[in-house]
């Protein structure tokens, strides 16, 4: 602890000395006592001020008494003047007197005589002293006048010299009576400041000593402190050489530790490695298992599925009261539909019905593990099969606000692909063709009227393309629907009427996914067909002509074509008609091999579409009923190919419906060749 003494004198000569035990008490002090010497200050300022003052004034005092002596020269001189001018005046008061003597004796007549006697003896120097007298009177009046005359002048010099003369002594006792006021001033202010100099140099000391005495108290309570702290300090002392000690130590410590850690880093490392390898392992079994259990799936369900969508009474329909009993559905089934034909209830079995009220997201959910596993490597092809006005535009495309297969497929592969990033690379390319009239467009070429052709690769693959194909890499929803714009721009502007166009051709949107997977170097490419049929109606046999009949005749053979190679791929033949038709010659890598199929049947729910929509669930049910067993299975499909209006035939043991009742699946057995000439039916004569 630092005592810090301060020693000084004030004005009054008073020692001081002042015992500090804390330098904060020193600073209150300091800070005082810098007030003090500033007033101090201060108070010298003016003391010089005033002294400067008291200066001029005797400055002044001193010219003006230099005035004075410098007056008093000039009354000294006239004054002088006036002894001269009062000297002449004597001398000629005697010469006047001189004249009066002379001029009294000439008045004297007795003497006359004697006189002239005297002045006939003296008369010529009488004369002549006369005349000299005269000739001296007169110069002396004149130099008397001459005399007067300065004696006035110097008269008035003398009264101005005297009336300047009492102006100065007046002017010099103002002058002095202000001199002496002054300096009385100063003087008065000079006491007063010393005063209060010494009334503030008293008070400063006052409160120093008074604050030197709470010093002095908050001393002994730091004193009272510093006791107490001591015990603290010392064990503070203790804990911080024992902390020191550490801290030497500290560094070898820590060298030691990031060695361990180091080590235990690099042990964890090898073990997390290992175990990524191991996870590695199982990822790729678990997707080879995925893969495989996903075909198992498909396999089950079978590589061709066939569904059913029965689209709702649209507004205005005219015949809207009477569809209400033509289609209906099995309450405790969702594979069976029956539909009432002139009064007999036929009933069809299919994968799964969709009923009216189904809505797009429902459908796609049924579809969704098929779109997916094209990400896999699989190829899809998913057909919108039905007359014109069953829905199958809606079902594939949909409406904006609530989009159809298309987009939600492409959504879907979206989403699938960024889950599976970053180990996964993916690009989604998509195309959109037309076929019409067997002849094949590019929807999103710059020429959409341009003819394509299907070719096989170069390579030797086996594989087809289509030269001058347009495709677009997507990557959003944006990007789909910018493709998907130009798509039906293109498809406008190369008809003249849109719906009937639409209704005579193929709309095929082909998506091909490809990955890459950068940890296994595994590449996979998929392609999934999502195809917008013709629509399936008879035309019939008079209205059909010129080009109608053209258009008729290229659906009938692409649909029949579609059929055939179904059936040819189903039943195992060897030759697959994948040429007869563009449509299945251009999807025929997307239909062969472990490829998956699913046909969406639309059925309108009119009753003035009732033979139409049985021809098209014939249709679908046929498709369907190919993939049942292999070889035995065909002579089964042509006996469950058949309608009836009754419900109580034997049944005949269909593999998927083992459960069903035996009364519907006897169903099939009747069979009805009419439809077999029908647009698409060609199949069922193949199958037989
Ligand atoms: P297609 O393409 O088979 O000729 P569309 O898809 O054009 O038939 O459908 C015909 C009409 O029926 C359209 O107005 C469509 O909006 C409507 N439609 C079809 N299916 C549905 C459905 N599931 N829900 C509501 N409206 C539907
Ligand atoms: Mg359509």
Request: aromatic content about 4%; hydrophobic content about 35%; charged content about 25%.
């Amino acid at each position: 602890m630092t005592i810090l003494i301060l020693e000084w004198s004030n004005p009054l000569n008073k020692s001081c000395a002042i015992h500090f035990s804390c330098v904060s008490q020193l600073f209150i002090f300091c800070s005082v006592m810098l007030h003090l010497s500033q007033d101090v200050e201060a108070l010298r300022g003016e003391l010089c001020r005033k002294d400067e003052e008291c200066r001029e004034q005797e400055r002044r005092l001193a010219a003006l008494e230099q005035q004075v002596q410098e007056r008093t020269g000039v009354i000294v001189q006239l004054q002088q003047q006036l002894e001269e001018a009062a000297q002449r005046r004597q001398e000629l008061q005697l010469l006047r007197d001189g004249e009066e003597t002379l001029s009294r004796q000439a008045a004297l007549p007795l003497q006359v005589k004697y006189v002239t006697k005297t002045v006939e003896v003296e008369s010529a120097q009488s004369k002549q002293a006369l005349i000299e007298a005269q000739a001296h009177n007169q110069a002396l009046q004149e130099q008397l006048s001459v005399q007067r005359q300065l004696l006035r002048e110097l008269e008035q010099q003398l009264h101005e010299s005297q009336r300047s003369s009492s102006q100065l002594r007046q002017q010099i006792l103002v002058y002095e009576g202000e001199m002496e006021r002054a300096q009385g001033q100063l003087e008065a202010e000079m006491q007063s400041l010393e005063e209060e100099k010494n009334r503030v140099i008293e008070e400063a000391f006052i409160r120093a000593e008074s604050e030197m005495k709470a010093v002095h108290e908050n001393l002994a309570g730091v004193r009272m402190n510093l006791l107490t702290l001591q015990p603290a300090l010392r064990t503070l002392t203790c804990d911080y050489n024992c902390l020191k000690r550490q801290v030497q130590d500290f560094p070898y410590m820590l060298e030691k530790a990031i060695t361990e850690a180091k080590q235990e880093i690099c042990q964890v490392i090898g073990e997390v490695s290992s175990a990524n390898q191991e996870l590695l392992r199982k990822y790729k079994r678990e997707m080879n298992l995925r893969k495989k259990c996903h075909n198992e799936l498909v396999r089950l369900k079978g590589n061709i599925r066939v569904l059913c969508r029965v689209r709702p009474v649209c507004a205005g329909e005219t015949d809207a009261a009477d569809t209400k009993n033509k289609v209906t559905f099995d309450p405790d089934d969702d594979a069976v539909l029956y539909l009432s034909n002139k009064g007999k209830l036929m009933t069809f079995e299919l994968d799964k019905v969709f009923p009216t009220q189904a809505t797009q997201e429902e459908v796609f959910q049924e579809v969704q593990s098929l779109v997916t596993s094209c990400i896999d490597g699989f190829n899809v092809c998913i057909f919108a099969y039905g007359q014109t006005g069953s829905g199958k535009t809606y079902t594939m495309e949909g409406v904006p606000e609530d989009p159809g297969i298309n987009q939600r497929a492409l959504r879907l592969l979206f989403s699938e692909v960024s889950e599976k990033k970053p180990d996964w690379d993916y690009k989604i390319t998509v195309s959109m063709v037309e076929i019409y009239n067997e002849t094949l467009r590019n929807l999103l070429g710059d020429n959409p009227s341009e003819k394509l052709d299907i070719k096989m690769c170069p390579d030797g693959s086996g594989q087809l393309y289509v030269p001058g194909l347009t495709e677009f890499t997507v990557e959003s929803v944006e990007d789909i629907n910018k493709v998907f714009d130009l798509g039906h721009m293109n498809r406008a502007t190369a008809c003249t009427n849109l719906n009937e166009h639409s209704s005579r051709s193929h709309a095929l949107l082909i998506v091909t996914v490809a990955g890459f997977n950068s940890s296994t170097g595994h590449r996979t490419s998929g392609k999934l067909n999502l195809v917008d049929l013709a629509g399936s109606e008879r035309i019939t046999k008079s209205g059909a002509e010129g080009s109608r009949l053209r258009e008729a005749q290229c659906i009938n053979k692409s649909l029949s074509a579609l059929g055939d190679v179904i059936n040819a791929l189903r039943s195992k033949h060897s030759h697959v008609p994948f040429r007869n038709s563009r449509l299945t010659y251009l999807l025929q890598d997307s239909l062969s091999g472990d490829s998956k199929t699913l046909m969406m049947v639309q059925v309108s729910p009119l009753e003035s579409n009732v033979s139409e929509s049985v021809c098209s669930l014939k249709f679908a049910q046929r498709v369907r009923s190919v993939e049942i067993g292999p070889s035995s299975s065909s002579r089964r499909q042509a006996e469950s190919s058949s309608t009836s209006s009754s419900p109580t035939h034997d049944g005949v043991e269909v593999q998927r419906h083992k459960h069903t009742h035996p009364q519907r699946l006897g169903l099939f057995r009747r069979k009805n060749q009419s439809n077999l000439r029908d647009v698409g039916y060609s199949l069922l004569s193949n199958m037989k």
